[in-house]
């Protein structure tokens, strides 16, 4: 077309279409005229203009480039474009405008291209199928709340990179040896094997890293022996060097923000409805990769038959009050155990108590933030002893803390506020009480709330009748049938007499 100068695109295009077509048609779906078709044909197109070798327009650099720009590059590398447009604009405005920030940045990135220093290079890896395996812990910012209350917890992170398969666990509190324990054990019996070389950072629960030989702690020695595994580690502060979970770290954490918000509510009820939730979410990327996991499986390592330690053991003496302490957070137990040594084995998410041999409790875990304490209060440890002294409850340090839920602290309030000192104490430690032989914690302080939304507080013998139900004992009785002998002993001369 007359006025248009054609493009090199366009004639490798009619050159293409030239091989299946005839002139016109090619000229066509080139989008070039048959005259330039023809010319193309008899390779008589013009030359092409050569560039130019001047400035249309001054350049807007010239009196700030060698002697501030320049300097400024040499002496630091990490000087962004952006620093030095925001120092030329502040301190040289006579010598330089804003208008010209694109010109500077795009002179900033060629000299850096041509006399810059050296980058860092991405090396790719080749992984083989069985060989190995990594794992680390990985920071959840995602606002997670269990009935409405924000969950402080992180996930451990496991990964193939041969296939990709990948594994994750919730853990509550930090990167403990038992956590990465129970966390890469149940790693290996999900993934139905375990790989030749096992790799992570320098974890402490791992590595004795106040050493600078690659020393294992004791545990983690006996781990990787259990499950014959090598371990190895990347260097110390590089943790760039575990490229193939660091990166998978934000692809996982992406995803799960992700399902989130489709899912519209980041309230889970408990915390194995969250974790579930981690589960069925990992195991949908897993399904992308079945065919390269079950060829990895093949080469995996078999599992051992027992699974490795993955707690830490304690003593503690149950004190008169009826509680334990571990790590600074007081929990209750049966009032039952006190005076007892208990054999406490501490996991990532729960407490499991032993009187010798036997498993009498197991706890949820609770932890304590930094340099202070917390408490983990269950009513029903306690609360038969407390019946008998109700007015123990007013003045009690665990007053608030044996009070289940804000509905019953509402209770408390109320009864608190419109009852005599001791008929307040008696009420709530007698509704306790009920909650806890009937069963019905959640209907019974619904009802006592209804009550007094309606402004008639129930009677503790009102919430009796109705919540609790007693089971008559009926007595065992045991009919003897006589023999026919026994009787004709009574009969004087017996049958014939």
């Known amino acids: 077309m007359s006025g248009n100068?054609?493009?090199?695109?366009?004639?490798?295009?009619?050159?293409?279409?030239?091989?299946?077509?005839?002139?016109?048609?090619?000229?066509?779906?080139?989008?070039?005229s048959e005259r330039s078709a023809r010319r193309i044909d008899k390779n008589e197109l013009q030359p092409k203009a050569e560039e130019r070798s001047w400035r249309t327009r001054p350049d807007p650099l010239t009196e700030v480039w060698e002697g501030i720009v320049v300097p400024m590059l040499q002496r630091d590398n990490e000087i962004t474009p952006v620093g030095i447009f925001d120092?030329?604009?502040?301190?040289?405005?006579?010598?330089?405008?804003?208008?010209?920030?694109?010109?500077?940045e795009r002179r900033i990135g060629k000299w850096r291209h041509l006399y810059g220093p050296s980058k860092d290079v991405v090396f790719l890896q080749s992984h083989h199928y069985g060989e190995l395996g990594i794992a680390d812990f990985t920071h959840i910012k995602s606002p997670v709340t269990i009935a409405g209350e924000p969950l402080k917890h992180m996930l451990f992170h496991y990964r193939m990179p041969a296939s990709g398969w990948a594994f994750a666990q919730v853990i509550y509190g930090g990167e403990s040896f038992a956590a990465f324990s129970d966390g890469l054990q149940n790693a290996f019996i999900?993934?139905?094997?375990?790989?030749?070389?096992?790799?992570?950072?320098?974890?402490?629960a791992a590595y004795k890293n106040e050493s600078n030989k690659d020393d294992f702690t004791d545990r983690f020695a006996e781990l990787a022996q259990h499950y014959g595994f090598t371990a190895t580690r990347n260097n110390r502060g590089v943790a760039h060097e575990n490229g193939a979970i660091e990166s998978p770290h934000g692809h996982l954490k992406a995803q799960l923000e992700q399902a989130l918000r489709i899912r519209s509510s980041y309230d889970f009820k408990t915390r194995d409805e969250y974790e579930t939730f981690i589960c069925e979410l990992v195991e949908r990327r897993n399904r992308r990769v079945s065919d390269k996991y079950k060829l990895e499986q093949r080469q995996l390592q078999p599992l051992p038959r027992n699974t490795s330690v993955n707690y830490s053991e304690l003593y503690v003496t149950v004190t008169r009050t009826s509680t334990i302490v571990i790590k600074r957070v007081t929990y209750t137990v049966p009032s039952r155990l006190i005076q007892s040594r208990l054999l406490v084995r501490v996991y990532d998410n729960r407490l499991t108590l032993f009187l010798g041999h036997e498993q009498v409790l197991e706890l949820e875990r609770v932890y304590s933030a930094r340099n202070s304490r917390a408490r983990s209060i269950n009513y029903q440890h306690v609360i038969d002893a407390l019946v008998k002294k109700p007015r123990a409850?007013?003045?009690?340090q665990l007053r608030d803390d044996l009070l289940p839920n804000d509905n019953y602290k509402a209770i408390w309030q109320h009864v608190d506020e419109t009852?005599?000192?001791?008929?307040?104490?008696?009420?709530?430690?007698?509704?306790?009480?009920?909650?806890?032989?009937s069963g019905r914690e959640r209907q019974l302080e619904q009802y006592v709330l209804e009550g007094i939304n309606q402004r008639q507080l129930p009677t503790i013998r009102d919430c009796e009748s109705r919540f609790l139900v007693v089971v008559p004992i009926l007595p065992t009785l045991k009919v003897t049938q006589h023999s026919l002998h026994a009787y004709s002993c009574m009969i004087p001369g017996g049958l014939h007499g």
Request: with cysteine; hydrophobic share 40%.
């Open 393 to 396: 409850f007013r003045q009690s």
């Open 419 to 437: 009852l005599p000192a001791d008929e307040a104490c008696f009420y709530i430690v007698k509704l306790l009480h009920l909650a806890k032989q």
């Open 5 to 32: 100068k054609i493009t090199d695109q366009q004639v490798k295009r009619y050159m293409k279409f030239r091989q299946t077509e005839n002139q016109a048609a090619a000229a066509a779906k080139a989008g070039i």
């Open 87 to 104: 120092h030329l604009c502040e301190f040289h405005s006579d010598l330089f405008t804003a208008s010209s920030r694109r010109t500077l």
């Open 190 to 204: 999900a993934a139905q094997g375990v790989p030749q070389k096992l790799r992570t950072d320098s974890l402490s």
